[in-house]
T-cell receptor, first 114, second 111 residues
Framework: EAQVTQNPRYLITVTGKKLTVTCSQNMNHEYMSWYRQDPGLGLRQIYYSMNVEVTDKGDVPEGYKVSRKEKRNFPLILESPSPNQTSLYFC?????????????FGPGTRLTVL | GDSVTQMEGPVTLSEEAFLTINCTYTATGYPSLFWYVQYPGEGLQLLLKATKADDKGSNKGFEATYRKETTSFHLEKGSVQVSDSAVYFCALPSNTGKLIFGQGTTLQVKP
C-alpha cells in the first residue's frame, strides 16, 4: 500500500529535550516536506526537500532541522523544543514532475512541549 | 504572492442539506487546484482536483469547478451525510512544490 508514515503519532516532552519525528514514504517520491498545523493559522510549510541531500527552508523553519540522506526518509529534528512548537505536524511527499502535483500526507504527529 | 482564501467556518448543516464551501485564489498563471479533507484524528486526503480552467473535479459526491474568470474553486455537495463531518482545505501548488492552503473550513453535519 502506498503511504507516508510518521512516528511517533503522539509525543509529550519538556522544553529543551531534543527529539526527532520520523517520516518515511514508499512511493519513490523525490519531493518531501514538513508542515505544521495550528488553529487559526492553517498549514504552514517548515522545510522541504527536492531530492536526496537537497533541502530548503519553508515558511517557518526556525527551531527545526531536517536531513535527507535517503530518498524514502525525511526526519524532522527539534534540537531544543519550546512550548511554541506545540503543534500538529504533517509530513508529505510527491513527484514534482506530476502535472497534478498531488501531495500525499502522513497521519500526523501531535507534539506537546511543556 | 499566491494565496487561497476560504470561507470561515464552522459550517453546521443537517443531514441531506446542500453544501457550498467558497474558495477563491490569487495566483500567477493557472495552477492546479485541490480540495483536501481532514477527518477527525487523521491526516489530509486529496478529495478532488482540477488542472485547468473549466475543469470539474468530483469525488464521493463532491464537486468543484475551476473558474478562471472569478478565480474560484467552490466545493459543493448536493446532500451531505454525518460522515462528511471534517475539515476541508482548498489548496494550490507553488513553484517550489509547497502547497498553499486556505485556512480550512470545519463542517459539522447533524443527523
Amino acid at each position: 500500500e502506498a503511504q507516508v508514515t510518521q512516528n511517533p503519532r503522539y509525543l509529550i516532552t519538556v522544553t529543551g529535550k531534543k527529539l526527532t519525528v520520523t517520516c518515511s514514504q514508499n512511493m519513490n517520491h523525490e519531493y518531501m516536506s514538513w508542515y505544521r498545523q495550528d488553529p487559526g493559522l492553517g498549514l504552514r510549510q517548515i522545510y522541504y526537500s527536492m531530492n536526496v541531500e537537497v533541502t530548503d527552508k519553508g515558511d517557518v523553519p526556525e527551531g527545526y532541522k531536517v536531513s535527507r540522506k535517503e530518498k524514502r526518509n525525511f526526519p524532522l529534528i527539534l534540537e531544543s523544543p519550546s512550548p511554541n512548537q506545540t503543534s500538529l505536524y504533517f509530513c508529505a511527499s510527491s513527484t514534482p514532475g506530476d502535472r497534478y502535483n498531488e501531495q500525499f500526507f502522513g497521519p500526523g504527529t501531535r507534539l506537546t512541549v511543556l | 504572492g499566491d494565496s487561497v482564501t476560504q470561507m470561515e467556518g464552522p459550517v453546521t448543516l443537517s443531514e441531506e442539506a446542500f453544501l457550498t464551501i467558497n474558495c477563491t485564489y490569487t495566483a500567477t498563471g493557472y495552477p492546479s487546484l485541490f480540495w483536501y479533507v481532514q477527518y477527525p484524528g487523521e491526516g489530509l486526503q486529496l478529495l478532488l482536483k482540477a488542472t485547468k480552467a473549466d475543469d470539474k473535479g468530483s469525488n464521493k459526491g463532491f464537486e468543484a469547478t475551476y473558474r478562471k474568470e472569478t478565480t474560484s474553486f467552490h466545493l459543493e455537495k448536493g446532500s451531505v451525510q454525518v460522515s462528511d463531518s471534517a475539515v476541508y482545505f482548498c489548496a494550490l501548488p507553488s513553484n517550489t512544490g509547497k502547497l498553499i492552503f486556505g485556512q480550512g473550513t470545519t463542517l459539522q453535519v447533524k443527523p
